[in-house]
């Protein structure tokens, strides 16, 4: 139990969170939940992904499986003292396990949750037009930043990225 909110904050406490590259996540989350028929939806079908997120309010209000870990998981004001990537899960799971003294627990992720390969999801990625790329580069910034992602792991376009800053600037 915790009888004080603020001694999470303690250096006795093992902040954790795992995160997943945003464009993996983002498209294993609309093939879920926006691909698929609806008689087959976990849940009904969410609002789209890109209406108002030129706001921080209009993010806030976005749906959490595609909203911004940065946003959604306050990464920056929690100061997590520990951070995972899904794309390494195994290997960042025991280390934490060492970390935090967790020996009694054994996950392990099972590869391909989704049943995507990183090739699938840079053939979904190259459908998308440009513009609708930088939107979601701009929207995923923070991430891509805070968690060292690469947005070219998922986009082979050589002259994207030169154009999604020059219009960030505009």
């Known amino acids: 139990s ?7 904050f303690s250096p006795s406490f093992t902040r954790a969170i795992f995160v997943r590259h945003p ?3 983002l498209a294993s989350a609309y093939k879920e ?14 609002g789209y992904i890109l209406i108002d997120t030129n706001t921080p309010n209009g993010i806030d209000k976005m749906d959490y499986h595609w909203q911004p870990y940065s946003t959604i998981c306050q990464v920056c004001r929690f100061k997590y003292n520990f951070i995972g990537k899904y794309e ?4 960042h799971f025991n280390s934490l396990r060492e970390i935090a003294n967790l020996s009694d627990w054994n996950i392990e992720k099972r590869n391909g949750a989704s049943g995507l390969t990183t090739y699938d999801y840079q053939r979904f990625y190259s459908a998308l037009p440009d513009d609708l790329i930088c ?6 910034d923070q991430d891509f930043r805070l968690f060292k992602y690469r947005v070219d792991d998922y986009i082979n376009r050589p002259t994207l990225l030169e154009n ?3 219009l960030k600037t505009l």
């Open 23 to 25: 464009f993996e996540r």
């Open 2 to 8: 915790l009888l004080n909110l603020s001694d999470i």
């Open 164 to 166: 999604c800053n020059q």
């Open 88 to 91: 390494m899960f195994n290997d």
């Open 135 to 140: 939107q979601l580069i701009h929207l995923y």
């Open 33 to 46: 939940r926006i691909a698929t028929l609806e008689e087959d939806r976990i849940q009904p079908e969410p």
